[in-house]
């Protein structure tokens, strides 16, 4: 009689342990937020163009650790027309934060050299990755507009435009490449035209 009840004890004890820890797995609350309101890029963006958009910081408003990435995403309601993914890239992509932290995020957008000319909409959109963790929800996500025009510009302007926005945007270390360049080239020139003068000589 006295095994019949420590073993009653111990199985209740047991069945809270495990409702306990369950209900701490599902009611776990995965949130992401955004500091950032619409951004909209006032200058007109050109054909081969090379730009930094404003940065946007993500916040962890969960109570778990929680790993989110950055993505573009569209709605099929808007009239405007839509940018390539693949146009923008972001640092850091993906990134792990605990519960009230938060990441800056830097966004780039490089402008094909040809596209149509027009008003852009996107929305710049945050969320957490999906993993195989029990309990958890990622059907969350957080997203800002983002609105810009493309200008028209034909092939050798969007050439112009992409020659110079790249060493804009990548200053001081494509001017350091270039100079590398025109000084390893002016060293192959000076070595050629000083070996034709020893072999004239020679002569």
């Not at 778990?64 to 309601?77: K, P, R, S």
Request: aromatic share 14%; hydrophobic share 45%.
């Amino acid at each position: 009689m006295r095994h019949n009840t420590f073993s009653a004890t111990s199985f209740f004890t047991l069945c809270a342990i495990v409702l306990t820890f369950s209900a701490g797995v599902v009611f776990a609350k995965v949130g992401v937020g955004m500091g950032a309101g619409e951004i909209r890029i006032d200058e007109p963006i050109k054909l081969g163009g090379i730009y930094e958009i404003p940065s946007v910081r993500i916040f962890n408003t969960g109570d778990e650790t929680t790993t989110y990435g950055m993505g573009i995403a569209f709605h099929q309601d808007r009239h405007e027309l839509r940018p390539g993914k693949e146009w923008f890239s972001f640092s850091p992509a993906t990134f792990t934060l605990e519960p009230n932290e938060s990441q800056e995020v830097t966004i780039s957008m490089i402008v094909p050299l040809k596209g149509e000319p027009g008003d852009y909409f996107a929305f710049i959109e945050s969320g957490p990755v999906p993993t195989n963790a029990p309990g958890t929800s990622v059907g969350v996500a957080v997203a800002t507009k983002l609105y810009f025009t493309l200008v028209p510009a034909n092939i050798f302007q969007a050439i112009s435009y992409r020659v110079s926005s790249f060493f804009s945007a990548y200053a001081p270390w494509s001017w350091v490449g270039l100079g590398l360049i025109l000084f390893i080239l002016l060293v192959l020139i000076v070595r050629k035209f000083f070996s034709f003068n020893i072999a004239v000589r020679k002569n």
